[in-house]
């Protein structure tokens, strides 16, 4: 095997797992206001993580290392997405302003 052969084999899935795993880190650390829903290019991870996960799933043909890596990208893609929207969900509801409190009906306005 050739060292372009076995960087391409490699050194390419490694680099593609590590850059998914820095998205995981970067849905734990960035402040969950950031958190949008995709628009444009966003929906790119869609597409990524539709595309290894049916790869890993359903690649018969596929060796066994690339199924591996594909998987392993597609839950991490899976996890961070999940872990921003929860983040940004628990974010809002605690951001939303509290629900005006009932007058008493016995009172009278103050003049």
Do not use: C, N, Y
């Amino acid at each position: 095997m050739s060292l372009w052969e076995a960087a391409w084999r490699f050194g390419v899935p490694l680099i593609g797992v590590l850059a998914v795993a820095a998205a995981v880190s970067v849905a734990f650390s960035d402040p969950p206001d950031k958190f949008s829903l995709p628009r444009g290019w966003q929906w790119a991870w869609v597409g990524l993580w539709l595309m290894t996960a049916g790869e890993a799933a359903f690649g018969d043909d596929r060796p066994w290392f690339e199924r591996a890596w594909k998987g392993a990208v597609a839950l991490l893609v899976a996890v961070a997405v999940t872990v921003a929207a929860w983040r940004h969900h628990r974010w809002r509801t605690r951001a939303a302003p509290a629900p005006p409190s009932p007058v008493d009906p016995g009172s009278s306005p103050q003049p």
